[in-house]
C-alpha cells in the first residue's frame, strides 16, 4: 500500500496516476474551494502535466465529480432537461435525478456526500462552491430570469429534500412511490420554481 | 460526574431525576422504535413511578423532543397551522418552521438530529419512527385526503430540503432570503402538496 502510494509506485501505470491526480485535487479544493482550484495547480500538486489531467478527466467539473466520488455529472443532467420543452423542464428534472439515484451505487455516493456535508464544515464549503457553481450555474443558464440563481438554489432545495426522504429517512409511502409518480407529484414544484411567479 | 449518574445522585434532586428518565428514554426509544416504546418501560428502566414521567414530561411525544434534543414539539406547530385559513395552510408551515429555525440554538439541535440521522442507521430508524407517528400523523388528520400521508411525506421533503439548503449547505441567495419572502415562493408548494391535484 505505502509502496502504491509513493511517487514511485505513482508512475508505475494509469491507475497510480489517476489516483495521485484525484488525492492532489482533494487537497486543492478543499483549501482553495471549487472556483480557486485549478487545474494547473492540481497537475502541479501531482507532479504531471496540465495535458495529462485533461486527458483523464476533461474538464474541472468531470474531475471534481471523480475526485469527490459525486453521484452525477451535473452537466449530462442538463443535457436532457435542456432537451425537454419548457413547460416540462421541472418534470423532467425530478424525473432524471430519481433516475441516477434508483442505482445503489450512485445512491450510496449520494449518502456519502450529504454524511460529509453534516458533518465536517470543510466539506459543507466544498460542496457549497460546487453546487452553486456548476449545478446552479448551469441551471441558471436554462432560466432567463434576472433571479436565477434564487430559482435554482429553490429546486436544489426540493431535489435535496425529496432524496433525503426517500433514501435517508426512508419515509413511507414516499419511499416506495414510483419514479413517475413523483415526477407528476414533485414535478409542478420545480417546474413553478424555474418558470413560476415566487411573490404569490 | 460518576457519582451524580449513580442511583443515589440520580435521586439526589429532580435534575438528576430528569436526566435518569431522559437517559431511559434515548435507551428504549433506541431499542424499541418510537412506536413501541412506552412510557411505563421507560419509567421502570428509570427505576421511577410512570407517573412521574407524566408530571415531567406530560406524552410520549414531549418526553422524545427532549430526550432527542429534537428542535421543536409538532404538535404545537400543528396548533398554529390548524389555526391558519384552509388555504393558507402552506405558508402558514413554511413561516413557522422557518421562524422556529431562525433561533441559533434550535438550529444547532436541527444540525445535530440531521447528522444522526445520516451517519447512524439506528437514529435513521427511531427518527423515521417519530416523524412518520408525530409529525405525518398529526398533518395526516388536518388533510382529509385518504393520501394524507404521502401528501404529509412531501411536505416533509421540501421543509427539510429547505432547511438543508439554507443551514446546512447555505446556498445563496437562498440562506440570506427573508422568511416572509421565502414564506411566498415555498408556501404554494406546501398548500399544493396538502390541499392540490398531485396527478397532473
Redesign the interface.
Known amino acids: 500500500m505505502s509502496a502504491a502510494s509513493g511517487r514511485t509506485g505513482r508512475r508505475a501505470g494509469d491507475s497510480g496516476t489517476r489516483e495521485a491526480i484525484l488525492e492532489a485535487a482533494r487537497g486543492r479544493f478543499a483549501d482553495h474551494g471549487y472556483d480557486g482550484a485549478t487545474i494547473r495547480g492540481i497537475a502541479a500538486d501531482a507532479g504531471v502535466d496540465p495535458a495529462l489531467v485533461h486527458h483523464f478527466y476533461g474538464t474541472k467539473e468531470r474531475l471534481f465529480v471523480a475526485a469527490m466520488r459525486f453521484p452525477v455529472v451535473p452537466s449530462e443532467i442538463l443535457e436532457r432537461v435542456v432537451a425537454a420543452e419548457p413547460e416540462r423542464i421541472g418534470e423532467t428534472i425530478v424525473r432524471t435525478v430519481l433516475g441516477v439515484w434508483e442505482g445503489p451505487d450512485t445512491r450510496d455516493q449520494t449518502?456519502a456526500l450529504?454524511?460529509s456535508?453534516?458533518?465536517n464544515e470543510r466539506a459543507?464549503a466544498m460542496?457549497?462552491g460546487f453546487?452553486?457553481t456548476a449545478i446552479?450555474g448551469t441551471i441558471a443558464g436554462v432560466v432567463p430570469a434576472e433571479d436565477a440563481?434564487?430559482r435554482a438554489?429553490?429546486v436544489?432545495?426540493?431535489?435535496?429534500?425529496?432524496g433525503?426522504?426517500?433514501f435517508?429517512?426512508?419515509?413511507?409511502?414516499?419511499a416506495s412511490?414510483s419514479v413517475e409518480?413523483l415526477a407528476?407529484?414533485?414535478g409542478?414544484?420545480v417546474q413553478?420554481?424555474v418558470t413560476g411567479d415566487?411573490?404569490?
Open positions: 449518502l450529504l454524511r456535508a453534516v458533518t459543507a460542496l457549497r453546487v452553486t446552479l440563481e434564487y438554489a429553490l436544489a432545495s426540493q431535489i435535496v429534500g425529496l433525503f426522504a426517500r435517508v429517512i426512508g419515509i413511507e409511502p414516499l412511490t409518480d407528476a407529484a414533485v409542478p414544484t413553478r420554481y415566487l411573490r404569490s
